[in-house]
């Protein structure tokens, strides 16, 4: 931006002018609350979401959480990609350290969700790499971050940092919320698959954010911070916590219609039914309830998960959505409290560098207006 002979207007370089006009063009008219963005990484249909085109329930039944973060990131196939392949997804030795011992005065009990805020931190604190913004750069310090904000978690049956640090991002995130290995094959499927629908939503309130950030040009841990406190908001990623809450209340299905009504009776929202997007059902939330259901047909926590299902469909709720099938997930594989926001928080960690990187590529900052409706100025 330039000044004018005489200081009176600013003149803007045309190319400044047509990505302006060009980010205020949306594809639709945006609704209440919304800001528009034009992003090619997801699209959301009717019941399901696309990642660059591909069905999203369709890669979380046969792909890996690390083939769809490359995905996201780089629009490019991992299991095609030879020198990508074999890339590593490897933390940082001394972030992790770091990390640890930064947890070693927190009080016992802390939700996963609370530690990963700290835990982003004190990895961006060692990593001097940190400010390399190219898409290669992004690319690398995602594979180490997203790795080391699952080995910095306590085992779920240790000390912060213990634990299994080889094998699949979904494995190693299970060994750190689950005290014991997955019974069945396919709950560790259905825990990935978890990962796959989650790692991104379009422009959910925490990828707002997390653009914001890296509009700025903030690094890649900072995008991941911004994006971390705005999804642990009860109405966002913290939601998996209030339904992991719902089923473990109904200590048998006889009870699903006390605990439904007593919520309902209080004025309180039921947590994981309902959908701001899919209004006629969340697809995410059938398919991980039909993995769960394979894998455990006669656990005694999917049967009071099924109990509150057969109570909301009688009260004619809302459909069930994403964190109650994840809630589900946690009570039947036997995780920790919380873990259905870590497994969220880790997983839309890929979406949340996704978007960066296509804010890394643009020169304009991501500036809302807002409609004054206050006082006429003096």
């Given at each position: 931006?330039?000044q004018?002979p005489?200081?009176?207007r600013?003149?803007?370089?045309?190319?400044?002018?047509?990505?302006l006009?060009?980010r205020?063009?949306?594809?639709?008219?945006p609704?209440?609350?919304e800001?528009a963005?034009e992003s090619?990484i997801?699209?959301?249909?009717?019941?399901r979401?696309?990642y660059?085109?591909?069905?999203?329930l369709?890669?979380?039944?046969?792909r890996?959480f690390e083939?769809v973060?490359?995905?996201?990131?780089?629009?490019?196939?991992e299991a095609e990609?030879p020198?990508?392949h074999?890339?590593?997804?490897r933390a940082?030795?001394d972030?992790?350290?770091?990390?640890?011992?930064a947890?070693s005065?927190?009080?016992?009990?802390l939700?996963?969700?609370?530690?990963l805020?700290l835990?982003?931190a004190?990895?961006a604190?060692?990593?001097p790499?940190?400010?390399h913004?190219?898409?290669?750069?992004v690319?690398?310090t995602?594979r180490?971050?997203?790795?080391?904000?699952v080995?910095?978690?306590p085992a779920a049956?240790g000390?912060p940092?213990?634990?299994?640090s080889?094998?699949?991002?979904?494995?190693?995130l299970?060994?750190r919320?689950?005290?014991?290995?997955?019974?069945?094959?396919?709950?560790?499927?259905?825990?990935e698959?978890a990962?796959?629908l989650?790692?991104d939503h379009e422009?959910?309130?925490?990828t707002?954010a997390?653009r914001?950030?890296a509009?700025?040009r903030?690094d890649?841990y900072a995008v991941v911070?911004?994006g971390?406190?705005?999804?642990?908001?009860?109405?966002h990623g913290?939601?998996s916590y209030?339904?992991?809450?719902?089923?473990?209340e109904?200590?048998?299905?006889?009870a699903?219609?006390?605990?439904?009504g007593?919520?309902?009776?209080?004025?309180?929202?039921?947590?994981?039914f309902?959908?701001a997007?899919y209004?006629?059902?969340?697809?995410?939330?059938?398919?991980?309830?039909?993995?769960?259901?394979?894998?455990?047909?006669?656990?005694e926590?999917?049967?009071?998960a099924?109990?509150?299902?057969?109570?909301?469909?009688?009260?004619?709720?809302p459909?069930?959505?994403?964190?109650?099938s994840?809630?589900?997930?946690?009570?039947?594989?036997?995780l920790?409290p919380?873990?259905?926001?870590?497994?969220?928080?880790?997983?839309?960690t890929?979406?949340?560098?996704?978007?960066?990187?296509?804010e890394y590529?643009?020169?304009?900052?991501l500036?809302?207006r807002a409609?004054?409706?206050g006082p006429?100025?003096?």
């Amino acid at each position: 931006m330039d000044q004018a002979p005489g200081g009176r207007r600013s003149l803007f370089e045309a190319a400044q002018v047509e990505e302006l006009a060009r980010r205020g063009r949306p594809r639709r008219p945006p609704g209440p609350g919304e800001l528009a963005i034009e992003s090619a990484i997801t699209a959301l249909g009717s019941d399901r979401h696309y990642y660059r085109g591909r069905d999203a329930l369709e890669m979380a039944g046969s792909r890996t959480f690390e083939e769809v973060a490359a995905w996201l990131w780089q629009g490019r196939d991992e299991a095609e990609e030879p020198e990508d392949h074999d890339a590593p997804w490897r933390a940082r030795a001394d972030g992790v350290a770091a990390a640890v011992a930064a947890q070693s005065g927190l009080p016992p009990g802390l939700l996963p969700l609370d530690r990963l805020h700290l835990i982003a931190a004190a990895l961006a604190a060692t990593d001097p790499l940190r400010h390399h913004l190219d898409p290669e750069g992004v690319v690398a310090t995602g594979r180490a971050l997203i790795a080391g904000l699952v080995e910095a978690l306590p085992a779920a049956n240790g000390a912060p940092g213990s634990g299994r640090s080889g094998g699949r991002i979904a494995e190693r995130l299970w060994n750190r919320l689950c005290p014991h290995p997955p019974r069945d094959a396919g709950l560790l499927r259905a825990f990935e698959a978890a990962m796959i629908l989650l790692a991104d939503h379009e422009l959910a309130a925490s990828t707002v954010a997390a653009r914001v950030a890296a509009s700025v040009r903030a690094d890649p841990y900072a995008v991941v911070a911004s994006g971390l406190g705005v999804l642990s908001g009860p109405l966002h990623g913290g939601a998996s916590y209030g339904a992991e809450r719902l089923i473990a209340e109904v200590a048998d299905p006889e009870a699903a219609s006390r605990v439904v009504g007593e919520r309902l009776r209080g004025g309180e929202r039921v947590p994981g039914f309902g959908h701001a997007v899919y209004k006629s059902g969340d697809g995410r939330a059938a398919l991980l309830m039909d993995l769960v259901r394979a894998a455990a047909p006669a656990h005694e926590r999917l049967a009071a998960a099924e109990a509150v299902l057969a109570e909301a469909a009688r009260r004619r709720l809302p459909e069930p959505n994403v964190d109650f099938s994840l809630a589900t997930l946690g009570a039947v594989a036997g995780l920790v409290p919380g873990a259905g926001e870590a497994v969220f928080a880790v997983a839309r960690t890929a979406g949340w560098l996704a978007h960066a990187l296509e804010e890394y590529g643009r020169r304009v900052p991501l500036r809302p207006r807002a409609v004054y409706v206050g006082p006429e100025p003096a």
